[in-house]
């Protein structure tokens, strides 16, 4: 069975420094990943997809993640954080038992950036 | 940019009560899909539909949900006799044809008392 497990519940940076949110995944066939941001009050936001064409996938607002078969993760980082990138981050696989997807969803990683 | 929509934002409801969540999926989009989010737990889906029907369902989709795309642009998802454990915010998503990237809609926050 498809899993992600998002190794940080917290994470606290501050303005200007990298930011790296973990995720592992499991999964019995070349998995589709993702990662979702929710900011306060708002829905989820994807941010970037893996599919298997190049294993260094650049999203939206600088973030960027890369898969590493031999170490199954699938980590999201960003070179220099700003505030507006406080929220919540999800790492997703996505999973196909029958005709259609469904998402299989991490714990989740609030990110917080300090000034 | 095409986005989903949701409504009530938020639903305020007495245990027991039948409630209808509301949806209006990306227009050219044909899979539809709710999770739920349990405050403090992880998302969890609930169920897939596809050409008016329901395509995969969890075990936490049981009798009390249904399911309907009333008309060519809503999706609807109704608890017949809400518990408190419903109590939750609910997501809808919907992704094109052949293609696993959901969009998802901002939610509706459920509050069963």
């Known amino acids: 069975a498809q899993s992600v497990t998002q190794l940080d519940s917290h994470v606290s940076v501050s303005e200007g420094t990298p930011v790296l949110l973990r995720c592992n995944y499991s999964?019995?066939?070349?998995?589709?990943l993702f990662w979702y941001v929710q900011h306060p009050n708002k829905g989820l936001q994807l941010l970037l997809k893996?599919?298997?064409?190049?294993?260094l996938v650049k999203g939206i607002n600088g973030f960027e993640a890369e898969f590493k078969k031999s170490e199954t993760s699938f980590h999201l980082t960003k070179p220099s954080a700003h505030m507006s990138d406080a929220a919540e981050y999800f790492c997703?696989?996505?999973?196909?038992?029958?005709?259609?997807?469904?998402?299989?969803f991490g714990t989740g990683t609030r990110l917080k950036v300090l000034a | 940019e095409p986005e989903v929509t949701q409504t009530p934002s938020h639903q305020v409801t007495q245990m027991g009560q039948e409630v209808i969540l509301r949806c209006v999926p990306i227009?050219?989009?044909?899979?539809f899909y709710w999770y739920r989010q349990i405050l403090g737990q992880k998302v969890e889906f609930l169920v897939s539909?596809?050409?008016?029907?329901?395509?995969?369902k969890s075990e936490i989709f049981d009798d009390q949900f249904s399911v309907e795309r009333p008309d060519g642009s809503n999706f609807t998802l109704k608890i017949r006799s809400t518990k408190l454990e419903d109590s939750a915010m609910y997501f809808c998503?919907?992704?094109?044809?052949?293609?696993?990237?959901?969009?998802f809609g901002p939610g509706t926050r459920l509050t069963v008392l």
């Open positions: 998503a919907s992704s094109e044809q052949g293609g696993d990237t959901q969009y």
């Open positions: 999964s019995s066939y070349s998995p589709s």
């Open positions: 893996y599919t298997s064409a190049a294993t």
């Open positions: 997703v696989v996505s999973d196909r038992p029958s005709g259609t997807y469904k998402y299989i």
């Open positions: 227009s050219n989009h044909l899979y």
């Open positions: 539909f596809y050409n008016n029907e329901i395509s995969e």
